[in-house]
């Protein structure tokens, strides 16, 4: 949660010298700049959380726990999906906390929009949690590909979904943006910002559900694919 909160201490602060910053694209009708800013944190909390959970099972492979996982009759997939659990419930609960904290700021929590945002930050976290797992089946015995890959991947996907800064048509060069419409987080943080908000019926939401959706879905299949190909 380090990270999170680095920015929500030392960056959200300087949005709220900037004119309409709460306001761009439309993300928001409060005009706190804590609104719009607060639920990419969240994105960023499920992208640093779930991103690095691979590593733990670099570890058991290392000690050799995981070859001993392998010998029983457990279902493979079972195996994926239970650590994924695991990783959404540790998300879930410094979410909820991250919330708690940003009470006493001008941050407006609507129940229902909060509750929508964290079942859609869920679905993202079991497909980037899953991926990191399927990453370090991949990485098996090579420590240095799973980092490599991993923080290649990790700083584009946060830098380019606009959590600290909007990516719009007129703010961005025409290549940043096209760049950051590929990115499945942006949806994702745009979708987080509308339901924060208590606007169901945007688009955005749409796209963003579907996009997290997505993720899921590969990121299981990855998984699940990488945990039956594994061998003792």
Excluded: C
Aim: charged share 10%.
């Amino acid at each position: 949660m380090l990270l999170p909160f680095l920015f929500l201490a030392l960056f959200a602060p300087l949005l709220s010298g900037l004119s309409g910053m709460s306001r761009v694209g439309g993300n928001t009708g409060t005009g706190s700049s804590w609104q719009w800013f607060a639920p990419g944190m969240l994105v960023l909390l499920a992208l640093s959380a779930t991103a690095g959970a691979g590593a733990s099972l670099l570890n058991e492979m290392s000690s050799g726990a995981f070859e001993r996982m392998l010998v029983t009759p457990l279902n493979r997939a079972a195996m994926l999906v239970g650590r994924v659990l695991k990783e959404v419930v540790i998300l879930l609960a410094q979410a909820v906390l991250i919330l708690v904290l940003l009470l006493p700021s001008s941050f407006r929590l609507r129940p229902l929009g909060a509750l929508a945002g964290l079942v859609l930050l869920m679905f993202f976290g079991v497909g980037i949690g899953a991926l990191s797992f399927a990453l370090a089946l991949r990485s098996r015995g090579r420590q240095t590909l799973f980092y490599g890959v991993q923080q290649m991947l990790f700083f584009p996907l946060l830098l380019l979904s606009g959590v600290l800064l909007p990516i719009t048509r007129g703010s961005a060069p025409t290549w940043l943006h096209v760049l950051s419409r590929v990115n499945p987080a942006t949806y994702v943080v745009e979708a987080e910002r509308a339901l924060f908000d208590g606007r169901f019926a945007e688009t955005s939401v749409l796209y963003g559900g579907l996009a997290a959706t997505a993720v899921a879905v590969l990121g299981v299949v990855a998984g699940i694919r990488g945990m039956r190909d594994a061998s003792v």
